[in-house]
């Protein structure tokens, strides 16, 4: 794996973000970290139907980080580049971890979502590395309310 980030990592971050920028993208990704919940598969499947606004912007927002993941898992962006950047997609995988053993099982397809778990649990690991405590502290602000943010 390259250590030193170019100019090709830093205009394909640049794209990424210009995908993220898109309107409806802009609002599952603000959808899904503002009011997804599902204490199950089951309760993800009722609460989100097929068919759903809701099942479009989660599809949409998982679609993008899992592509995203799959880039930078690649080594077609540098790891440290990304990271600096983008907290977003560890928040989505731990929205999701809890379900993706029985998603997997339902899809029978062990590898779903696969890009989206390896690179956040580097993230996880460069985090603690360079910030010891603050994906905890992270986590918590993102349990809070959205009205008690600041």
């Not at 971050?13 to 920028?21: A, T």
């Amino acid at each position: 794996m390259r250590e030193h980030a170019d100019h090709h990592d830093a205009e394909l971050l640049l794209r990424l973000y210009e995908l993220r920028r898109e309107e409806k993208l802009r609002r599952a990704r603000e959808w899904f970290s503002q009011q997804f919940r599902a204490e199950s598969l089951e309760d993800l499947f009722n609460r989100y139907p097929f068919g759903s606004p809701e099942n479009t912007y989660l599809r949409m927002t998982l679609g993008y980080w899992e592509m995203a993941a799959s880039i930078v898992n690649r080594g077609l962006i540098v790891d440290d580049l990304f990271f600096e950047n983008n907290s977003e997609l560890w928040m989505v995988w731990t929205k999701i971890a809890h379900l993706m053993s029985r998603w997997r099982d339902w899809f029978k397809n062990p590898h779903l979502y696969e890009n989206l778990q390896t690179l956040a649990g580097k993230y996880e690991k460069w985090m603690e590395g360079r910030s010891p405590g603050a994906l905890a502290v992270l986590s918590e602000r993102w349990k809070e309310p959205a009205a008690g943010r600041q």
